[in-house]
């Protein structure tokens, strides 16, 4: 049976063993430092999933898959322009995630947002049509890869600066809860982001106002070129919220069934007015940074041992046919159903035309002065 | 007999209530009694004994307004000098000195567009407080966040009463994070909120200037349209007294370059409250540059509802030879120019410009028509100021009506300095604006 690589982790991660992984129960470490005595969840429990969710979360996953590679081609082919950060291996995360959240949640990520979109149910066909800058994309060709919203999916951004939307963020949960209308905000950012200054002086605000959002960290243990270890004293991004009481949990994030399971519980945390919760996602990014990295600071052995071992389609596609919950032939015409849509979306947004030059000068201002 | 003097109790405190006096004559005190309640123009403030001794005489009575810094107001005795003559010894205990304020005074304001309805005479201040009161009334979704907003009353008092009316659930002290509470504010304006985001100073709004621009400012570009981010950022900018170069920047010409940002700095308390009330109301976010120095200055506001559109000039006071263009506190150092031209027989128009972004160009280029001549009065640096910009438009479009080159009177090209001396000299002074005033005049 197919299971995460206990490897992955300790070699990234000077050798300190993994907590909290819903799948190694065994693997606690020894010396976790004495936890604070403020109120915290309990260990998440892998989510059970009907036959309709997996093949559900199946399809998003793949996807997101087809649509980055897409975009990787498109982009060497000079159809996408400026940066390109690609999802690509970290699918589990945000499709895990979206699946528990309700509609009127509110979303927000840093510059690597193709899959959140796609996760959130927005068209491909408007997204691939903003990365190759047209008329027909979300942002009306103004935004980009970096910057795309959709209000009507409560989609908040697609944000260029590095952890600029974590306070973001905190002000989206700051909204519900100052509306009381029972919805959450989940800011994604990534172990890079974790290491600036504006991330803790969100944490402090949102425990100390208990605001409804949960942070999650997407460590693919690369801040641009730079490992987890070389750049941050806690490599465990689980406990950054500690010194603000913001309890965190870590994440198997190559693994759908650990991110949706630990979704589960953080939702119903901090929608129960608990306040706000940290989830480290452990994920791993198969492409470089942009399209224009060429990732020289991993082995390619390391990479390679990532897809082969914890690939989270990968892993979910054999768990389903080891449950019989569907075939290789089953799956196999969800992967055909995929790349029709991902065809038709870059057809599409090769053929519609570029925004009109009067656009130029619109949406600089909403009033009249 | 040593007497105390009203100390300065605030950087631009040049006179105080004497609220209460905590002592009587024949008492003894202690050094560290607390003899007296002053209100300053932020707060009520404890008046401690230095020195030991018996209260001889209170010097001014409890009630007194306008009491000068540097006034007697109590005289103590020494414990070994009760009952001894007065000392020729110079007094003892907070030798305070009347700082001199290098604030230019607020000169008589000629309006020609002056509001025909009845007024009250308000301080900037308390105009502030009103539009803000008055927009919360109006819209739920209205709310202030800040550093010392709530509790403390507004470290400039300018929330004052407004934890009382609208609770902290809408009046939201912050813990001292710039960067973050900007942030957060940001984010609960695209999450449909209207957030009044006050920093203490702009001087501290440099840690947040990345959401002020990049989050806020380009938002609605960016997503084509889609999302709104509906804010206000506001609070003292420019320099105030004696806080020195950290602390003394006018920020104006900074925000004025940004696409997507609405920029106000207003001069007088009208418009102060006028156009807060607009910036609150508007769909696009806001920089609403205030001045510390005129918080305490008082002018006549229109009673009721009163707004005033923004991206509009105002005509502060009309003339014929030369224009004066200004904005925020350097509108009363050309008015004050204004006046000691008029004394020498050269008439000038004054030109409030109230908006920096959308910049009304048409209500210079009006005046220069009329005129002629123009002088850009600034208190900011005058390096690509909005001095500058000014004399840009004068070039590019007033070409023909200019009978003289655009001169600029602005601060020295130097971080502020805290010298009384050095600070005078570095700021912008009304006899410089006569003097180039003059020199386009060619008088």
Known sequence: MWAPSATFYTGLSRQRKVKHLARSPGSKAASAPKKGDWPRPHEPERFVASREQLLDMYRQMVLIRRFEERAGQLYGMGQIGGFCHLYIGQEAVVVGMQAELSRGDSIITGYRDHGHMLACGIDAKAVMAELTGRAAGISRGKGGSMHMFSVEHGFYGGHGIVAAQVPLGAGLAFAHKYRNDGHIAVTYFGDGASNQGQVYEAFNMAELWTLPVIFIIENNQYAMGTSVNRASAEDQLYRRGESFRVPGLQVDGMDVLAVRGAAKQAIEWVRGGKGPLLLEMKTYRYRGHSMSDPAKYRSREEVQAMREKSDPIEGLKHEIIEAGHADEAALKAIDREVREVVAEAADFALEAPEPALAELTTDVLLGTY | MPQ??????????????????????????????????????????????????????????????????????????????????????????????????????????????????????????????????????????????????????????????????????????????????????????????????????????????????????????????????????????????????????????????????????????????????????????????????????????????????????????????????????????????????????????????????????????????????LVVVEEGWPTCSIASEIMAICMEDGFDDLDAPVLRVTNADVPLPYAANLEKAALVKAEDVVSAARAVCYR
Not at chain 2, 43 to 61: I, N, P, S
Not at chain 2, 112 to 119: F, K, R, S, Y
Not at chain 2, 349 to 360: A, C, K, N
Not at chain 2, 362 to 370: C, D, E, H, N, Y
Request: a negative charge.
């Open chain 2, 4 to 373: 105390i003097l009203l100390p300065a109790m605030s950087p631009t405190m040049e006179e105080g209530t004497l609220a209460k006096w905590l002592v009587a004559v024949g008492d003894v005190v202690k050094p560290g009694d607390v003899i007296a309640e002053i209100e300053t123009d932020k707060a009520t403030m404890e008046l401690e004994a230095d020195d030991g001794g018996t209260v001889t005489a209170l010097l001014v009575a409890a009630g007194a307004e306008g009491v000068k810094v540097g006034t007697p107001i109590i005289a103590i005795a020494g414990e070994d000098e009760a009952e001894a003559p007065a000392p020729a010894a110079p007094a003892a205990t907070p030798a305070p000195v009347a700082a001199p304020a290098p604030a230019p005074a607020a000169a008589p304001v000629t309006t020609p567009e002056a509001a025909t309805g009845p007024t009250r005479r308000q301080t900037v201040r308390e105009a502030l407080r009103d539009a803000m009161a008055e927009e919360m009334r109006a819209d739920g979704t209205v709310f202030v966040m800040g550093e010392e907003v709530a509790e403390y009353q507004g470290a400039y008092k300018v929330t004052q009463g407004l934890l009382e009316e609208f609770g902290p659930a809408r009046v939201i002290d912050t813990p001292i994070t710039e960067y973050g509470f900007a942030g957060l504010g940001t984010g609960a304006a695209m999450g449909g909120l209207k957030p009044i985001v006050e920093f203490m100073t702009f001087n501290f709004a440099m840690q947040a200037i990345d959401h002020i621009i990049n989050s806020a400012a380009k938002t609605l570009y960016m997503s084509g349209g889609q999302m709104r981010c509906p804010i206000v950022f506001r609070g003292p900018n420019g320099a105030a007294s004696r806080v020195a170069a950290q602390h003394s920047q006018n920020f104006g010409p900074w925000y004025a370059s940004v696409p997507g940002l609405i920029v106000i700095a207003p001069y007088s308390a009208d418009d102060a409250k006028g156009l807060l009330k607009a910036a609150i109301r508007s769909p696009d976010p806001v920089v609403f540059l205030e001045n510390e120095l005129l918080y305490g200055q008082s002018f006549d506001v229109p009673d009721g509802e009163h707004v005033v559109p923004i991206g509009k000039a105002r005509v502060v006071r009309a003339g014929s030879d030369v224009t004066l263009v200004s904005y925020s506190i350097g509108v009363g150092v050309a008015l004050a120019a204004a006046d000691t031209l008029a004394a020498d027989g050269i008439s000038a128009e004054v030109i409030d410009l109230r908006t920096l972004r959308p910049l009304d160009r048409a209500s210079v280029l009006a005046s220069l028509k009329k005129t002629n001549r």
